[in-house]
T-cell receptor
Framework: DAKTTQPPSMDCAEGRAANLPCNHS???????VYWYRQIHSQGPQYIIH???NNETNEMASLIITEDRKSSTLILPHATLRDTAVYYC??????????FGAGTILRVKS | GAGVSQSPSNKVTEKGKDVELRCDPI?????LYWYRQSLGQGLEFLIY????????KSGLPSDRFSAERTGGSVSTLTIQRTQQEDSAVYLC????????????FGQGTRLTVV
């Protein structure tokens, strides 16, 4: 019952910015957008989250459109270690985290 | 420990046996999740404990699956009469309550039913 749509895979050159899109057209006013990633054979790792405003931390930036129906996760300088599955999640009422299929990001040298 | 701890890290069991998987969340975290991930697949939500509220069991695939959280801390996921299709990595996560809290995941228990 994931409420987000992401491309199944993307490639990015090492050192370049990786821009991962996510559509969440049915998001409601008090739902947050979260991004997690899962590197092979590891548990998922939190990256960033936001409600309305753009957010930035040491890992990434999150750009949310004004209508909140889509967002983009930006890894400013992708490295080979950023190769992972990236999950965009809209948090449902009751705080349950539901993961969709995600985007496989391949960073290539 | 500093993170979410799961045990055992690997479990091989015979079809039809019961298994118990344990999760020790981060101290003070009131929310706890269980997920499972089959080979090459995404994360499948199983159950969610949030503070003193009734757990959200909507993801449990059958009545062979159950989970408890004792004293608001340690959680045990029990699978009765295991089947081969239960083979997967079972992941536990914990977080503080609230929409802004990030979830921290353990390394998972790899269950193999033979």
């Amino acid at each position: 019952d994931a409420k987000t749509t992401q491309p199944p895979s993307m490639d990015c050159a090492e050192g370049r910015a990786a821009n991962l899109p996510c559509n969440h057209s049915t998001i409601s006013g008090n739902e947050y957008v979260y991004w997690y990633r899962q590197i092979h054979s590891q548990g998922p790792q939190y990256i960033i989250h936001g409600l309305k405003n753009n957010e930035t931390n040491e890992m990434a930036s999150l750009i949310i459109t004004e209508d909140r129906k889509s967002s983009t996760l930006i890894l400013p300088h992708a490295t080979l270690r950023d190769t992972a599955v990236y999950y965009c999640i809209v948090r449902e009422y009751g705080n349950k985290l539901v993961f969709g299929a995600g985007t496989i990001l391949r960073v290539k040298s | 420990g500093a993170g979410v701890s799961q045990s055992p890290s690997n479990k091989v069991t015979e079809k039809g046996k019961d298994v118990e998987l344990r999760c020790d969340p981060i101290s003070g975290h009131t929310a706890l999740y269980w997920y499972r991930q089959s080979l090459g697949q995404g994360l499948e939500f199983l159950i969610y404990f949030q503070g003193n509220s009734a757990p959200d069991k909507s993801g449990l695939p059958s009545d062979r699956f159950s989970a408890e959280r004792t004293g608001g801390s340690v959680s045990t996921l029990t699978i009765q009469r295991t089947q081969q299709e239960d083979s997967a990595v079972y992941l536990c996560a914990s977080s503080l309550e609230g929409l802004e809290a990030e979830a921290f995941f353990g390394q998972g228990t790899r269950l193999t039913v033979v």
